[in-house]
Structure formats: structure tokens, C-alpha cells
């Protein structure tokens, strides 16, 4: 599918033609998009937000500020910003062109603009005699300066029951239009074009609804390493337990609990181009589970374990031609010993291994000291995790 994994914010702003815009979100979809939809307060005079959150099954952001959750809403425009690949102001009004050119925010749909990082095409609809207006002929002009895409209306009977310039293309116009605009700003790098599939985080093995075995890990590694591979070229997923750190909402993300929840999950993506597993995932879970809290009165002394399926050694055992299998060690004796067995005996390309001894290494730390081991490499790299995680990706691919 031509637009499969791109995340496409689409705007609807106050004319008649935003009814067309529910058939442009199809298309989107079927292409493979997820898309959220943002609306101008008029706009929901023409059509309603049920329709679009129903279509797109996502929240349709109007307000700047929302009544009925005051939490939610006044920075949607930022995550939202961030979150999308290109964003599709379709259809755009007079009114709307003039605020995005003069950096009005005064809506949602405005301050999402100001606050986007992706390309930006608008498609304004509006009469004839508007859209040939010198005012709109400026703004257009100013707005094609400043960087934002402008696809041109088409001619035919408009609302006013004139033949002339203003109507909105129909969906497939834009839709190819789109896919033009995502390739070319599409991120180049070593990652371009393959699969990532990154996991993160700690898994919880529960004893009863309350207790669970656990570990310390934060996720932060992990999802430094998603972002590192995204900043790639990588269409990267990230599956992550629950983890302490912000999930941004530029990452295609799903959550897992146990590790026979991540277990049932990477099988989905065991065919991943790239698999880099940097979860701590606990090596046992309780033999029974039970199903109401256990009161300490009742309470055995002693917890029967069993294994959890090693992930790991079944991803190496499976392992495809030209896929690239990245495990994660975390040792406190024997680092060196202890990460070459586990590459070797789990087949693995790479292993990234630290230790908790080592200042600013662990857990909860935004630095780390990762000792990287392959067939024949051995090389450290010490710093924010956010840097090291680019670096080792970097080290990992240079020759792609």
C-alpha cells in the first residue's frame, strides 16, 4: 500500500466541501494511513466530529481548549505536530490560507500548523470569484514562500451555482499528490526502507491481580534505540511494557505486560528486517496465577517458578537471510564473557551489553556505558542514552 505506516493529520476547515473530506480519509486508510482528523470550529457546522473519530477511530481535535477534559487538550497541537508525516488541510478556506500565511493560531487546526514539523499541503476551496481574489492570489503566493504545498483547486459547477476555479480535487488528486510529497521528504538513511521492530521496558509475571515479579527497567534505552532507528530511515515499531518513560507520539507503539504478552506479539514481526531487543524480560513467572489477591494468612512461604519462553533464542532460531537480530545484556559479573555466549549460543548479529557496576549505566539513568559485541567488534560508547543509541545503529549499519 502506497502510504503503509504514514501517519496523515488531515484538516477540515469551514466549507462546503468538507462533506468531501470524509471520502479523502478513505482513501487515506485504504492506502494504509492512520490518520487523524482536525476541524475547524465552522467546519463542524457542515459535518460532524462523529463521523470523522468514528471513520478514523481516533478523537477529532477542534478546541484549543476541551470543557469536559481540561487536561487533555491545549497541547494536542504540539503531540499532534510531532506525530504526523504530512499534514493535509483539505479543504483549506479563504479565511484559514490568510491566518496559516499571517501565523494566526487562534483554533486547532492553526496552532497545529505552527507547531508542525512535517510538510504541509493545503488545498484551498472556495467560490470562483474568492479564490481569484488578490488578496487569496497574495496569500497563496506567500504560503508557497514559506514552504507550505499548494494543490490548485479544480473548475466545474461550485456551490454558488457558478462554473469556475474553487472546487476541491477529488480524493485521489490529493492522495497522489500526498504520497509525491511524503517520498520526498521521505528520511534517508541505512534504515531506509526496512522493517524495525524495537521492544522496551519490563515485563510484569503476576502472582495475583496485586503482586507481579518484575525488574527496574525504565525503557528509556529502548526507546532511545526506536527513536535512533526511526531518525534512520527505519519504518520502526516499538513494543514496550510499562514503562516509566513518555512514548513519543512520532512512534508507532504497542504495549505488552508478560513476557508471553511480548512472546505473542513479536511473533507478528519475527520477519522484521530488523529486530533489536532491548526489553528486560523476566527469565520466569509464577507457576500458578491465582485469580483473587492472596491474604498473607493463607500465604505459602515459597513461590513455585517456571521458565518464560526465551524470545531471544527463538528469534535467532528463526532467523531469516539478511535479518539483522540485536539482544541487549545486562550483567553485573563476567560482562564480556556473558555477552559473547549469549551471541553466540542465541545466534545474534549484535549484542549491546552494560553493566550495573559501571557509574551512570543502569536502569533508571539517562546515560549509560554500552559495551557493543559482534562476530569480531568490541566497542564502547558512553554517554546519553539518546547519542549512544544513534551510534551503535550507526556502528551497526555502516556498511549498508
Same mark, same amino acid.
Given at each position: 500500500?502506497?502510504?503503509?505506516?504514514?501517519?496523515?493529520?488531515?484538516?477540515?476547515?469551514?466549507?462546503?466541501?468538507?462533506?468531501?473530506?470524509?471520502?479523502?480519509?478513505?482513501?487515506?486508510?485504504?492506502?494504509? =494511513?492512520?490518520?487523524?482528523?482536525?476541524?475547524?470550529?465552522?467546519?463542524?457546522?457542515?459535518?460532524? @466530529?462523529?463521523?470523522?473519530?468514528?471513520?478514523?477511530?481516533?478523537?477529532?481535535?477542534?478546541?484549543?481548549?476541551?470543557?469536559?477534559?481540561?487536561?487533555?487538550?491545549?497541547?494536542?497541537?504540539?503531540?499532534?505536530?510531532?506525530?504526523?508525516?504530512?499534514?493535509?488541510?483539505? !479543504?483549506?478556506?479563504?479565511?484559514?490560507?490568510?491566518?496559516?500565511?499571517?501565523?494566526?493560531?487562534?483554533?486547532?487546526?492553526?496552532? @497545529?500548523?505552527?507547531?508542525?514539523?512535517?510538510?504541509?499541503?493545503?488545498?484551498?476551496?472556495?467560490?470562483?470569484?474568492?479564490?481569484?481574489?488578490?488578496?487569496?492570489?497574495?496569500?497563496?503566493?506567500?504560503?508557497?514562500?514559506?514552504?507550505?504545498?499548494?494543490? %490548485? !483547486?479544480?473548475?466545474?459547477?461550485?456551490?454558488?451555482?457558478?462554473?469556475?476555479?474553487?472546487?476541491? !480535487?477529488?480524493?485521489?488528486?490529493?492522495?497522489?499528490?500526498?504520497?509525491?510529497?511524503?517520498?520526498?521528504?521521505?528520511?534517508?538513511?541505512?534504515?531506509?526502507?526496512?522493517?524495525?521492530?524495537?521492544?522496551?521496558?519490563?515485563?510484569?509475571?503476576?502472582?495475583?491481580?496485586?503482586?507481579?515479579?518484575?525488574?527496574?527497567?525504565?525503557?528509556?534505552?529502548?526507546? +532511545?534505540?526506536?527513536?535512533? =532507528?526511526?531518525?534512520?530511515?527505519?519504518?520502526?515499531?516499538?513494543?514496550?511494557?510499562?514503562?516509566?518513560?513518555?512514548?513519543?507520539?512520532?512512534?508507532?507503539?504497542?504495549?505488552?505486560?508478560?513476557?508471553?504478552?511480548?512472546?505473542?506479539?513479536?511473533?507478528?514481526?519475527?520477519?522484521?528486517?530488523?529486530?533489536?531487543?532491548?526489553? +528486560?524480560?523476566?527469565?520466569?513467572? !509464577?507457576? %500458578?496465577?491465582?485469580?483473587?489477591?492472596?491474604?498473607?494468612?493463607?500465604?505459602?512461604?515459597?513461590?513455585?517458578?517456571?521458565?518464560?519462553?526465551?524470545?531471544?533464542?527463538?528469534?535467532?532460531?528463526?532467523?531469516?537471510?539478511?535479518?539483522?537480530?540485536?539482544?541487549?545484556?545486562?550483567?553485573?559479573?563476567?560482562?564480556?564473557?556473558?555477552?559473547?555466549?549469549?551471541?553466540?549460543?542465541?545466534?545474534?548479529?549484535?549484542?549491546?551489553?552494560?553493566?550495573?557496576?559501571?557509574?551512570?549505566?543502569?536502569? %533508571?539513568?539517562?546515560?549509560?556505558?554500552?559495551?557493543?559485541?559482534?562476530?569480531?567488534?568490541?566497542?564502547?560508547?558512553?554517554?546519553?542514552?539518546?547519542?549512544?543509541?544513534?551510534?551503535?545503529?550507526?556502528?551497526?549499519?555502516?556498511?549498508?
Amino acid at each position: 500500500m502506497m502510504l503503509s505506516g504514514k501517519r496523515i493529520l488531515l484538516g477540515v476547515t469551514g466549507g462546503i466541501a468538507a462533506y468531501k473530506a470524509v471520502f479523502l480519509l478513505r482513501e487515506f486508510q485504504k492506502s494504509g =494511513a492512520d490518520v487523524r482528523v482536525c476541524m475547524t470550529p465552522s467546519a463542524t457546522r457542515f459535518i460532524g @466530529t462523529e463521523t470523522f473519530s468514528s471513520l478514523s477511530r481516533h478523537e477529532v481535535a477542534v478546541d484549543v481548549f476541551n470543557d469536559k477534559n481540561p487536561g487533555d487538550s491545549w497541547t494536542k497541537h504540539i503531540h499532534w505536530g510531532e506525530w504526523a508525516d504530512l499534514f493535509v488541510i483539505a !479543504p483549506c478556506t479563504a479565511n484559514t490560507l490568510s491566518k496559516i500565511v499571517h501565523g494566526q493560531s487562534d483554533n486547532m487546526l492553526t496552532s @497545529t500548523v505552527l507547531a508542525a514539523r512535517c510538510p504541509i499541503l493545503i488545498c484551498p476551496t472556495m467560490d470562483g470569484e474568492m479564490y481569484e481574489s488578490p488578496a487569496v492570489t497574495e496569500n497563496l503566493k506567500q504560503s508557497l514562500m514559506r514552504g507550505y504545498y499548494v494543490l %490548485e !483547486p479544480e473548475s466545474g459547477y461550485l456551490a454558488s451555482g457558478l462554473e469556475a476555479t474553487g472546487r476541491l !480535487p477529488e480524493p485521489e488528486v490529493i492522495l497522489k499528490k500526498s504520497v509525491e510529497i511524503i517520498k520526498q521528504h521521505r528520511i534517508s538513511g541505512p534504515l531506509t526502507g526496512k522493517k524495525v521492530v524495537v521492544t522496551a521496558g519490563p515485563t510484569r509475571e503476576f502472582l495475583d491481580p496485586v503482586r507481579f515479579i518484575s525488574n527496574p527497567s525504565s525503557g528509556k534505552m529502548g526507546v +532511545a534505540m526506536a527513536e535512533a =532507528a526511526r531518525a534512520l530511515g527505519g519504518d520502526v515499531i516499538l513494543l514496550h511494557g510499562p514503562v516509566t518513560v513518555s512514548i513519543p507520539s512520532r512512534l508507532q507503539a504497542k504495549s505488552f505486560l508478560s513476557a508471553d504478552d511480548l512472546f505473542e506479539q513479536i511473533q507478528d514481526y519475527a520477519k522484521a528486517d530488523v529486530v533489536i531487543m532491548a526489553a +528486560a524480560v523476566s527469565d520466569f513467572k !509464577p507457576g %500458578e496465577k491465582h485469580g483473587q489477591k492472596v491474604k498473607k494468612e493463607r500465604a505459602e512461604r515459597t513461590i513455585q517458578l517456571e521458565q518464560n519462553p526465551d524470545i531471544l533464542a527463538w528469534l535467532g532460531e528463526r532467523k531469516k537471510k539478511g535479518q539483522v537480530l540485536i539482544g541487549f545484556a545486562m550483567e553485573t559479573e563476567g560482562l564480556k564473557e556473558n555477552a559473547l555466549s549469549k551471541l553466540h549460543k542465541k545466534n545474534l548479529d549484535w549484542v549491546c551489553a552494560n553493566s550495573l557496576i559501571e557509574s551512570d549505566s543502569g536502569f %533508571e539513568s539517562d546515560k549509560n556505558t554500552v559495551h557493543l559485541f559482534g562476530r569480531e567488534t568490541e566497542e564502547t560508547y558512553s554517554g546519553p542514552k539518546e547519542q549512544i543509541a544513534g551510534e551503535i545503529l550507526r556502528r551497526v549499519f555502516a556498511d549498508d
